[in-house]
């Protein structure tokens, strides 16, 4: 399958599952008999957005190259799409644009020097830089530390460098690392599916969706939803192996760098006066002095 067919593919599947999640009474239609299909129906959809039900099957089908701004929205409204999944039906179709040219949007660049020392610099939050398939590319001493299960993991070793997905996925020691795994399994492939629509043709991107979807059933379940997100914060908690139980909040940012590489800076710190803010603390200070034991980290 062409890159081109992926598309539509990933255009169809992406407007049928937002489709089949949608009553007809939550958008005010009227229901009568039964329904074959979950959700509204093409010509549903098709008098919500103001256009012909034959336009909106051509494009559930994936035809969506040229399709205009105006009409991509009133589809995006009639399906309820929040605001990351607009995003990602507009970059499945800048993708599908038969002029799009080659290079694709995301490309590797070297994390440049100053980048490293900002990262250094931050002495009481765990932060590192990430590119689009999770890939962390460059951490401070304390990110490391807070994430040393994955550094170590076998995912880690094999590859030459951490990845996040590969972690979550096809270590099993990660499902006692995060707290919420199942949560942030779903956060992983939702970053993971936006990223692609981003940049289709990345190879390295699409290796690891196939490396994956091989390997692991939770994570080809996971990506056939169809769950985009673009935003990426909130709430982690951690079983550290040596400091113990943390509860943090995380934020992360678009890194501006050369080549549009697509980084993202990240920032994990503790509510101020907690237990996980002394843990963390304890783990920085530990981080800092590598000869030090860690044995005095409260558990």
Not at 154 to 166: I, L, S, V
Not at 210 to 233: Q, Y
Request: glycine share 6%; hydrophobic share 40%; charged share 25%.
């Amino acid at each position: 399958m062409d890159e081109r067919s992926d598309n539509r593919a990933e255009i169809r599947d992406f407007l049928a599952g937002r489709r089949a999640r949608i009553t007809p009474e939550q958008v005010g239609l009227p229901t009568s008999g039964r329904r074959r299909v979950p959700g509204l129906r093409r010509e549903e959809v098709a008098v919500l957005a103001g256009v012909s039900t034959d336009w909106y099957t051509r494009l559930e089908k994936g035809h969506i190259s040229g399709v205009s701004v105006d009409v991509l929205g009133a589809v995006a409204r009639a399906l309820d799409l929040d605001e990351d999944e607009r995003t990602y039906l507009f970059d499945l179709a800048h993708a599908a644009r038969p002029d799009r040219r080659a290079p694709a949007r995301r490309k590797n660049a070297e994390v440049p020097s100053s980048v490293q020392w900002m990262l250094d610099s931050i002495t009481l939050s765990a932060a590192f830089v990430a590119n689009g398939r999770l890939d962390v590319v460059a951490t401070n001493a304390l990110a490391r530390a807070l994430h040393a299960p994955m550094f170590d993991s076998p995912t880690t070793a094999e590859h030459g460098h951490a990845n996040f997905a590969r972690y979550h996925f096809l270590d099993p020691g990660a499902q006692h690392f995060f707290v919420d795994h199942d949560a942030a399994c779903a956060t992983t492939v939702a970053l993971l599916r936006a990223e692609a629509g981003r940049d289709p043709s990345d190879r390295e991107l699409r290796a690891l969706i196939g490396e994956l979807s091989t390997l692991s059933p939770e994570f080809r379940t996971l990506w056939a939803a169809h769950n985009v997100r673009i935003r990426h914060d909130g709430a982690k908690r951690l079983r550290h192996p040596e400091a113990g139980r943390l509860e943090l909040a995380y934020q992360s940012m678009e890194l501006p760098m050369p080549r549009r590489a697509g980084y993202v800076l990240t920032l994990y710190t503790a509510e101020p006066d907690t237990p996980s803010e002394e843990r963390l603390r304890l783990l920085a200070s530990w981080a800092a002095t590598p000869s030090r034991s860690a044995q005095g980290l409260s558990q």
